[in-house]
């Protein structure tokens, strides 16, 4: 580089943040969206799974106390 335009000079694979979120543009699934980085289906996905998973184990908890 060696014009400054480097957001992330110690990261090789990212250059630029245009949304200026912390997250560089190539891994940015929201690019021109400060608010928004992450694929917003895998998050939901995620936070789903949690509490599904929790529920199980609360469940599997209940059972075997009775
Ligand atoms: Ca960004
Ligand atoms: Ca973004």
Do not use: C, H
Request: hydrophobic share 35%; net charge negative.
């Amino acid at each position: 580089m060696g014009d400054n335009s480097d957001a992330f000079p110690s990261d090789v694979s990212e250059t630029q943040d245009t949304d200026g979120d912390g997250v560089g543009d190539n891994s940015d699934a929201y690019p021109y969206d400060a608010a928004l980085w992450d694929e917003k289906v895998d998050r939901t996905m995620v936070i789903l799974g949690g509490i599904v998973v929790v529920l199980l184990v609360l469940v599997t908890y209940s059972e075997r106390r009775k």
